[in-house]
């Protein structure tokens, strides 16, 4: 992706909560999202995406694996929208198995994006939401 890309997408004073136990898929969404100014916290566990909802209501977006331990994605879904009812949350998963959107979207989740994930369409999501 190019520098002027970035431009675009300036998300200071925006939380962005990421919810992913695989490390190095992390340091992939941080290495991109760190360019737009966001503050991030990463939740490695299901549990700890839930948690970091309770104690921060100041998240503005999650990013959410729907493979996750100790609480699958949908359970932590369920969680955070009795908490936050309103906070965006975009599912991400590498199991693009026939009816898995519609699932994802019936779970409570805003939107979807299938791993691998793209660059520039992951920016278009956030800023969506974020910059309403």
């Not at 002027?4 to 300036?10: A, G, H, L, Q, V």
């Not at 949908?74 to 898995?100: C, F, H, M, R, V």
């Not at 779970?107 to 309403?132: F, H, Q, R, T, W």
């Amino acid at each position: 992706m190019t520098k002027s890309m970035f431009s675009n997408y300036d998300f200071s004073n925006k939380k962005i909560l990421i919810a992913e136990d695989e490390r190095t898929n992390y340091l992939f969404l941080e290495a991109l999202l760190k360019r737009t100014n966001a503050e991030l916290i990463w939740a490695d566990t299901g549990r700890a995406a839930v948690d970091a909802v309770e104690k921060d209501n100041n998240i503005d977006i999650i990013l959410m694996d729907i493979k996750m331990p100790e609480m699958n994605g949908y359970e932590a879904i369920s969680a955070i929208k009795k908490i936050n009812p309103d906070i965006p949350i975009i599912a991400q998963t590498a199991y693009a198995l026939s009816g898995e959107k519609e699932k994802i979207l019936n779970a409570g989740c805003n939107d979807y994006l299938s791993k691998p994930i793209m660059g520039k369409v992951l920016l278009e999501k956030i800023n969506k939401y974020i910059n309403k």
